[in-house]
């Protein structure tokens, strides 16, 4: 493939050390048969070692200056020329049989948006083996109470088990990013809450964690649900939203459906 360089306004860092590859392709553990989609695949380093175990691949990515190269590299290769956060997985139910299962080194810069779009698509998807920077995989698993816990731990705890698989050093990748990453594997396999509609559930996490260091109510006055009287909804609104767990966010987000719903029938 022809010498590119990596470009800043795609967050792109290449992997270039061929033993984290493996470690990060033996983590996902890929069957022939299965739906594997790869975000970012950049000048091929997982791709080159993911078609050494399955016959097809299919791959999102958004700099044009490579595509043609991986598409002539690797004919096994499907790539839809597309970003990330715009792309429709819904594409890929008709050419697969069975749930879709996710690997990459996605750019650092929009972390947290590829979580959000993931989360978004998760009856699509079984899995996702990412790389990201290491402090904000330290979120995903944050505890209430800790500076860790905010609006990634909360959603990633309703929606999904996530493992914190190894830690990995700048060195690994040219050019070298100035912080620590880490691979976590992401399972899609939680049951939600069937009274709880998922867009006001993040919502709510999202405005408590708005203004962290006020109270509840000082961050619930600051966002979209300040037009309602939340004094009754059960939950110590003189708390900080890292003192809530999972259940008073679930809480919580009954009480504004619910006066939601009162409202739109008066």
């Known amino acids: 493939m022809k010498n590119i360089?990596?470009?800043k306004r795609f967050g792109?860092?290449?992997?270039?050390?061929?033993?984290?590859?493996?470690?990060?392709?033996?983590?996902?553990?890929p069957a022939e048969q299965e739906c594997i989609v790869e975000l970012g695949p950049g000048k091929g380093a997982i791709t080159e070692e993911l078609l050494e175990r399955v016959n097809k691949i299919f791959a999102v990515e958004i700099?044009?200056?490579?595509?043609?190269?991986?598409?002539?590299?690797?004919?096994?290769?499907t790539v839809f020329e597309n970003d990330i956060l715009k792309f429709d997985f819904k594409k890929l139910k008709e050419k697969c049989d069975s749930k879709i299962?996710?690997?990459?080194?996605?750019?650092?810069?929009?972390?947290?948006?590829i979580i959000f779009k993931l989360i978004e698509n998760r009856e699509l998807i079984e899995d996702a083996v990412l790389m990201v920077p290491h402090e904000i995989a330290k979120r995903f698993t944050g505890v209430r109470g800790t500076k860790d816990y905010g609006i990634l731990s909360v959603l990633l705890e309703y929606y999904c088990t996530v493992k914190l698989c190894f830690k990995v050093s700048?060195?690994?990748?040219?050019?070298?990013?100035?912080?620590?990453s880490a691979v976590v594997h992401i399972y899609f396999n939680k049951s939600t809450d069937k009274e709880i509609n998922d867009q006001t559930f993040i919502q709510?996490?999202?405005?408590?964690f708005?203004?962290?260091?006020?109270?509840?109510?000082?961050?619930?006055?600051?966002?979209i649900f300040r037009i309602y009287n939340y004094s009754r909804a059960g939950i110590d609104l003189t708390k900080r939203a890292e003192e809530l767990n999972l259940e008073d966010f679930l809480t919580l987000t009954k009480f504004f459906q619910k006066e939601a719903n009162a409202a739109k029938q008066r």
């Open 5 to 7: 360089k990596p470009l």
């Open 210 to 223: 708005g203004n962290r260091r006020k109270t509840l109510k000082n961050s619930l006055s600051n966002s």
């Open 63 to 77: 700099d044009r200056r490579i595509i043609d190269d991986l598409r002539n590299k690797y004919p096994k290769l």
């Open 101 to 113: 299962r996710i690997i990459g080194n996605i750019p650092f810069n929009i972390t947290a948006p």
């Open 204 to 208: 709510v996490v999202k405005a408590a």
């Open 170 to 180: 700048p060195n690994v990748f040219f050019p070298k990013p100035k912080i620590d």
């Open 12 to 29: 792109q860092n290449y992997l270039v050390d061929k033993n984290i590859i493996r470690k990060i392709v033996d983590e996902l553990n």
